[in-house]
């Protein structure tokens, strides 16, 4: 997207996975993976799952989303959902789903301990895709005390729309002293730039769509995407931008006191904060902390893009909050899992990541 500077290059934040005999990160790369997760938020483990593991989760992906009754979310994307621009969707708490969230959470034991007790939930289990004609979602936070994970199953390029991410922008105690004690003002700031232009951005991408023969609008959708009462945090619909309705970028975002601190502070920003988009090869695995800024991009590919999504409370949470960023599916309501639980079960019988040297890109 042209209206913001975006960069791909995600060598900072990677670290190449080893197993042990146990299938496990060794303790020097779960060490290495904690220290990026402290200072930026997120880490990307590449090669953590073998062509085998990714194509077993593909499978299971690709049968969720053949489901005519599937479980679709609830938190964001609903109208992209409708128009089919987006599936997300919760994968059921069935023996593969389950085997496969294990094989994960057991191969990430040493990071997940280190943030999430054993009797923390499992807040969902999802499968995210991305279609040619969705809308870039607002950079947000998703509800904070949560470990959320992203598994590419195919090769992701960045014409797909994989995740963009803020780091350093992830809240921890004594982080509202840095920057000179501005800190949350200042990232407040540098979301409402992003936002401003990936509303923009959306709307000009919808108007390109109203004649396009690639991706033509289907009856109501530009009403729904521009005009509806509907509730959707990640439209840009102007009605709901002009009555403030909207949490994530609304008229009330740009009042002159504001316009002026996005100028005064204009230089700082592009100083302190920068966008980075992961287009993660098949295998690699993203961990993040939910508070950190980060948003979905969308799809300028024929190709869809699709990611597995687990997340795990590392904090209380209370339910009546999980719908405001996790939607588990009915099966893992009605039998909730936790991380202990996780970590006990037979894991997916699939064959082992392939052993590689463990040492921080870049």
């Not at 350093?168 to 409402?192: K, P």
């Not at 190709?303 to 999504?309: D, E, L, V």
Request: aromatic share 8%.
């Amino acid at each position: 997207m042209q209206e913001l500077r975006v960069s791909s290059d995600t060598s900072a934040f990677e670290v190449p996975a080893v197993l042990d005999a146990q299938r496990r990160l060794t303790g020097d790369c779960t060490a290495r993976a904690l220290a990026m997760m402290d200072t930026h938020g997120l880490v990307v483990l590449t090669g953590l799952l073998s062509e085998a593991e990714a194509d077993f989760g593909l499978e299971l992906t690709r049968r969720t989303i053949e489901d005519p009754d599937r479980s679709h979310s609830t938190f964001a994307s609903e109208t992209d959902n409708s128009y089919k621009r987006r599936d997300f969707c919760s994968l059921p708490a069935n023996a593969e789903v389950n085997g496969f969230a294990a094989m994960l959470a057991q191969r990430l034991e040493g990071i997940y301990r280190e943030f999430c007790g054993l009797s923390r939930p499992v807040l969902e289990v999802a499968t995210f895709t991305s279609y040619l004609g969705s809308s870039h979602q607002y950079i947000h936070r998703d509800p904070a005390g949560v470990i959320s994970l992203f598994a590419a199953l195919e090769d992701v390029s960045q014409a797909q729309g994989g995740t963009v991410f803020v780091p350093g922008t992830h809240l921890y105690g004594g982080m509202e002293n840095t920057h000179g004690g501005q800190a949350r003002a200042l990232m407040e700031l540098f979301r409402i730039l992003c936002n401003a232009r990936i509303f923009r951005h959306n709307l000009t991408k919808l108007r390109a769509m109203r004649g396009s023969t690639a991706t033509p609008l289907a009856p109501g959708e530009f009403r729904d995407r521009v005009f509806s009462t509907k509730w959707d945090q990640h439209q840009p619909n102007l009605l709901r931008f002009l009555t403030g309705k909207n949490a994530q970028f609304s008229l009330r975002n740009l009042t002159p006191g504001t316009l002026w601190k996005l100028y005064r502070n204009r230089d700082e920003l592009t100083r302190l904060f920068a966008l980075v988009q992961a287009a993660p090869r098949k295998g690699s695995v993203i961990l993040y902390r939910s508070d950190l800024m980060h948003a979905g991009p969308d799809n300028r590919s024929p190709q869809p893009r699709r990611f597995f999504g687990m997340s795990i409370a590392r904090d209380m949470i209370e339910r009546k909050y999980w719908h405001d960023g996790y939607s588990p599916h009915p099966t893992l309501q009605a039998n909730p899992l936790t991380l202990g639980d996780l970590l006990e079960m037979p894991p997916a019988p699939v064959q082992a990541a392939p052993q590689q040297e463990c040492a921080l890109a870049g």
